[in-house]
């Protein structure tokens, strides 16, 4: 093999186990002796065959993983997938969870996870984890000797293996993480000398993949949220990769899948995703042209990794398929052209990079190379004897005369063969059809309509019965498709003639090949720029069958009309849109409401409209503004996990505990009831403390619950908002839903009971029921009273409020009249609201005599004393905003976001 590379090493490997793969161990958790799981818990949904999420396909994988001993552990990984010809390294700094390698981990799947023997005596706490995940990420685990692990080895796999153009820019990347070069050592090694697999010179796609650039989405949430799969029906599409999956060609169904499980935290790129898909929804002929010339790809991914992969020991096998690859990459080449042409006009600078990779002039000289070996008119075929005979007939005539000679005798006894299944159609009057197949070679068909009732003649044997059709064979055409020892037979035999032609092409094919695989680089770029175009297609195809808009990057989660989208396809009546607004000081929203009032589809609706946002594609709503958001955490639904002998509130505390370990001021989290598997008393209890803690990481939170004193209790803190999903009520009996988002905690606080009334309970048990619900309503309603400690909470989430509005004022696009009557409003409402909060107060006796006397005096004060809400409040009702111009009410504008910030910070303070 000419081109195969080893790096050179001061080790021997020629004993078997030398390389250290011969010993191996592979490791699977059992139930019952798990450790102490320091990830994400699995969860009780059930495990099929397609359950794995990384692949939609069978792949075959390779990772190597290396880490260092310390407080904040650095893990570097390598991938190698060996049916696409990529390679990713990547190096994570990570927690003592490991928790981004093993999501790392769990996204890409992998088929087989290398680790240092030495991890393994004793086990590192890396090893645990990975041995405890090992039955999620479908994966086994192979241990390979220390020595294989050199960055040396590393950095001449990088300079012998990838794309000449791409050396320096990996090299840059990788300077300094030591772990990942020792990885991609490892991983190379082991392909080589383990798995018998040799990649040529400057021949595989290598990229750095830094930890930061995509948001992270744990396989909890991936499952809860159904992003790849559906829960109920694993063979349904109705799942977000389904649902968004309009895509063409393999390569961007891979794509979009990635895209799913890993959405992208780059603005710059989303923006010119969202130009992109906006060019394509514009230019109606563009679009539907890209999309007709998408239709004819075959999955190049395949077909350039296959050209540069060599086998150790070559077969006829082998031989068969490079010439089928050389016709498919024919077929894929001669693909691109109509790409270029269909792109011609665009706008966007996405789809024109995308148009000049496709030039014909980066596709010419490949064209020329296949053009001087192969026929012009070789075509790829599906179809078994169809590609037999192109593969007869790839090479050009008078490459070699041997060539040429044997293929004649191929058609010859072709020939025969269908000279043969003529005289039996003629002999005894049966329709037959010759057809063929790779392992029975030829053999006749006949439709048992033709037979009526005859017995089919004992001239034909190997007889098979179909549901409409007979299958069967002849000695003589036994004869032809095996090898006969008679010389008659010898030159006629359509085996080996066909053996021969295969033989007598592997001399010319394997040249072109070679030639072509100095190319290969331009045609990966080209193959995923095609992904890319077919993935912003789909959107662009989502777009025009439906009502979507193009979401904006900025600091605020704002959402009108919003629906989820999968709901909106498979309901049979019109869903119900709702609104969506979060910023810091609406951070944490607490739904309530009754039971199938649409609680959990309105917060999983969030979720899945941003992931849409950051994979770059529209989303269901009349307008959607959304911020960068890097992890994604979703607790939904009460399952037990029997699998480990987890109860139902043992499986959610061990989520919420990774959830409120990993989130921070960037992630976005849903909850769906939280604390309903244990008593009300210890759920609400637990389900506050927790409400706290997510308050105070900043995070964006959809709080689902049917705690109606958790809204209560939370709803006058500053960060926290209550909605509602709205019903209506008739007469206590009946109850309607709206599926409506409302300001506030729900109000119907026996839902339940009118809910049960549907149910043929037993007379009068409902109506006992909702006696003693009231009784006890009324019991905890006597000891409700305000606090000074709430009214504080309520004046200082007032006026933060206030500092949001006017900041988002100033930095806004309002300017004159519209700014000024916009101020004017929001100026008679704070003080409305703030002045309904002093006579609350008052109400209850809980105002000192200083603030009775400052409400006294109005705005003689001045808002000398800080200290005084009430104060603030008479400030703002004297300050007129009557300026006409942008730059006035700009200058007011600052001047009342410090006075609120001076506020906001001395409530605080107190």
Known sequence: MSNRFRPSTSYSTSASTSYGYGDYTTTTSRPGTRRGNTGRPSTARPRTGASTIARIEAQQLVCAIAESRGISPTVGLAFVNLDTAEAVLCQICDSQTYVRTVHKLKVYGPTEILIVSTAASPKSKLFSIIEENLEDISSKLTLLDRRYWAETTGIEYISSLAFKEDIEAINVSVAGNYYAMCCIAAALKYIDLGLGMVFTYHSLRMRYEPSEGSMMIDVSTIHSLELVQNLHNPKSKDCLYGFLNETLTPMGARLLRNNVLQPLTDPDVLTTRYAAVDDLTTKEEMFFSTRAALQSFLDADRILTALIITPSKPTLQTTEQAINQVIMLKHFVGSIRPIYEALTGTGSSMLDNIRELCAPENVAPIQQLIDQVINEDTTYARQPLELRNQRIYAVKSGVNGLLDVARTTYKEASEDAYQHCTKLRQEFDIALELKY????????????????????????????????????????????????????????????????????????????????????????????????????????????????????????????????????????????????????????????????????????????????????????????????????????????????????????????????????????????????????????????????????????????????????????????????????????????????????????????????????????????????AQKLEANVLKKKKASETVLREKRRKLILNLREHLVQAHTGVLEGEVLSAWLKELQKEFVNRMMALEVEAASVGQKSDDEDEIMMEGSDHGGEDEDRPGTFASELSVMTVESKTSTECHSTLRTMSEASTIRAVSDNDR
């Not at 911020?627 to 109860?647: C, K, W, Y």
Request: glycine content about 4%; aromatic content about 6%.
């Open 437 to 772: 197949e790779s392992v029975r070679h030829f053999y006749i068909r006949v439709s048992t309509s033709e037979l009526e009732g005859r017995d089919l003649p004992p001239i034909f044997t190997n007889v098979i019965r179909r549901k409409n059709f007979i299958e069967c064979q002849t000695l003589e055409l036994m004869k032809r498709n095996q090898k006969a020892r008679q010389p008659h037979y010898m030159m006629l035999q359509i085996n080996v003639s066909h053996q021969e032609v295969i033989l007598m092409s592997d001399q010319a094919v394997e040249g072109l090949i070679e030639e072509v695989r100095s190319h290969m680089s331009m045609m990966f770029k080209i193959c995923e720029a095609i992904a890319l175009l077919d993935m912003i297609s789909a959107f662009a195809q989502l777009v025009t069958v439906n009502d979507y808009t193009k979401p904006q990057l900025t600091n605020t989660l704002a959402i009108q009309q919003g629906r989820h989208p999968i709901k909106e396809k498979i309901m049979r009546t019109k869903f119900v849109p709702n609104d969506v607004y979060s910023t810091q000081q609406t951070r944490f929203q607490i739904i309530t409401g009754c039971n199938m009032s649409g609680k959990s589809t309105y917060i999983r609706s969030v979720a899945l409209m941003v992931i849409m946002a950051q994979i770059g594609c529209y989303v269901p709503a009349t307008y959607a503004s959304f911020p960068i958001l890097h992890q994604l955490f979703a607790r939904l639904g009460m399952d037990d996990n029997i699998e480990t002998n987890v109860s139902t509130f043992a499986a959610e505390m061990r989520e919420i505990a990774f959830i409120l370990r990993n989130i921070d001021r960037r992630s976005l989290a849903i909850i769906d009831e939280l604390g309903r598997g244990t008593s009300t008393r210890d759920g609400l209890a637990i389900a506050l403390a927790i409400a706290e803690a997510l308050v105070s990481s900043k995070a964006l939170v959809w709080f689902a619950t049917h705690f109606k004193d958790l809204a209560t209790i939370m709803g006058e803190r500053a960060g926290v908002q209550n909605l509602h999903l709205a019903v209506e009520l008739e007469n206590n009996h009946s109850m309607t839903m709206l599926y409506r988002i409302t300001p506030g905690a729900v109000k119907e606080a026996h839902y339940g009971l009118t809910l049960a009334r549907i149910v043929p309970m037993p007379p009068g048990l409902v109506d006992h029921a909702a006696r003693i």
